[in-house]
């Protein structure tokens, strides 16, 4: 069975400019998650999806994040425009329901110049 | 608010030995708590759970522990190899949310 997928594993753009990353869940995974994990520390959730519904987007900065679910599988987060301090790894996770085990991605990681 | 520390130095053990990882936390209440494995490069891996209402849970040579009043879970790898070297993450979650806040990690270093 194929895991979480990611695209792309590595991404190098300079300030200001627009990135988008892609996330395809595990079947049947209703939840999803994306994390952003900053070196030497653990993720920390951006926004947590159930079905196409976004449950808690309370730690995503708005101005310049967004995300969308759309039918309920596939995710994509963009961030525009890109700050130096955005450079991180972002990491896609999507669990069977809500409390259980998260399946993570390989992430994408992100650096801005 | 709310507080999570692992340990904050990398623990090197030789192999053979039982690895004993901590994750305190502070102005907090999980229902349950998770253990993750991370390797360079790589996302999370789940290991195990436990909930509050559980004192210890094991899975082959791993063993987890949770004192909900010394807010602290303590993870046991017994009989540990160089292939366990990698850095642990503790998530703790409330209620059903699904939602988990993460420690920072602690690496560990198996030698042979």
């Known amino acids: 069975e194929a895991g979480v997928v990611q695209s792309p594993r590595y991404k190098i753009i300079e300030k200001k400019q627009p990135v988008a990353f892609w996330c395809n869940p595990i079947s049947g995974h209703n939840t999803l998650y994306w994390y952003l994990q900053n070196l030497g520390q653990g993720p920390e959730l951006l926004i947590r999806y159930e079905n196409e519904e976004a449950v808690d987007d309370s730690q995503l900065p708005k101005d310049r994040f967004s995300a969308e679910r759309l039918k309920g599988v596939d995710s994509t987060l963009k961030i525009q425009p890109a700050e130096l301090g955005d450079s991180a790894v972002y990491l896609c996770?999507?669990?069977?329901?809500?409390?259980?085990?998260?399946?993570f991605g390989p992430g994408t990681r992100l650096t801005v110049l | 608010s709310q507080k999570i520390e692992q340990n904050s130095e990398a623990l090197n053990i030789q192999e053979g030995k039982t690895a004993t990882l901590t994750c305190n936390y502070t102005?907090?209440?999980?229902?349950?708590l998770q253990w993750y494995r991370q390797d360079p490069g790589r996302g999370p891996v789940f290991l195990l759970l436990?909930?509050?209402?559980?004192k210890e849970k094991r899975k082959e040579r791993l063993k987890v522990t949770f004192d909900t009043t010394l807010k602290q879970s303590l993870f046991h790898i017994t009989a540990s190899q160089p292939a366990d070297s990698a850095t642990y993450l503790c998530?703790?979650?409330?209620?059903?949310?699904?939602?988990?806040?993460f420690g920072q990690g602690t690496t560990l270093q198996v030698k042979p």
């Open positions: 436990i909930r509050e209402n559980e």
């Open positions: 996770a999507t669990s069977e329901g809500r409390a259980g085990e998260q399946f």
């Open positions: 102005n907090y209440s999980p229902a349950y």
């Open positions: 998530g703790l979650g409330s209620g059903n949310t699904g939602k988990l806040i």
